[in-house]
């Protein structure tokens, strides 16, 4: 369903599980990022009812994501760091078409948010599968599913506002899927979500 390009090497589990207060960190703040993201296109993109209830919705649930990894860091008596550099979501915004029209923008950064939220859900499925932590496996099992439904909402909202402005949603989505996939390769020596 997700047609990435690239599959994550489960040995990156194995970096993640040495380091959990580490990655924990870093996947609290990609949750928070999430949230930042849905407010930002409500912002930017108020005339689209649609989008800005969904958008509305998924900052409350990405914003609860955020606050279920804080439990668990609280719970095992870590602490939540400063906010990670994330570059690999730095070198994907650096793929995003600049000067656009309003929907062309709008297609650009749901499609990025599509993009992000399938890599989470795929990092996230290989621990679920690898981690031998069962109770963070059962976590990440369940925000899987949760950040598979996302990806798909940002894709059909892609194409909804997309195709009516004449722009091939599908044909770039298959542009950020090579470019992803050229990418991510360097993006698994660490104890980070995207790497
Ligand atoms: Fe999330
Ligand atoms: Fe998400």
């Known amino acids: 369903m997700l047609r990435l390009k690239h599959v994550t090497d489960p040995r990156w589990a194995d970096l ?31 005339e689209f009812p649609e989008l800005v209830q969904e958008m ?28 990670r550099k994330d570059e690999y979501v730095n070198e994907l915004l650096g793929f995003l078409k600049k000067g656009n029209s309003k929907a062309g923008q709008l297609v650009e950064k749901l499609l990025f948010a599509a993009m992000i939220e399938a890599r989470s859900c795929e990092r996230f499925r290989v ?51 090579e470019f992803e996939a050229g990418m991510i390769e360097n993006y698994e020596q660490r104890a980070r979500i995207h790497g």
């Open 16 to 46: 993640v599980e040495k380091d959990l207060e580490e990655v924990l960190t870093d996947h609290a703040y990609c949750e928070q990022k999430a949230a930042s993201t849905a407010i930002s296109l409500i912002v930017k993109f108020p």
């Open 127 to 177: 621990l679920s599968e690898h981690i031998e932590d069962s109770e963070l496996a059962l976590f990440y099992k369940e925000l899987m599913a949760s950040e598979a439904g996302h990806h798909t909402m940002f894709l059909k909202l892609a194409r909804k506002f997309g195709i009516p402005a004449g722009i091939d949603v599908d044909a770039r989505w298959n542009e950020f899927l």
């Open 56 to 83: 509305s919705a998924l900052a409350q649930e990405e914003m609860e994501h955020f606050s279920r990894v804080h439990e668990i860091i609280m719970k095992r008596g870590f602490k939540l760091g400063q906010e």
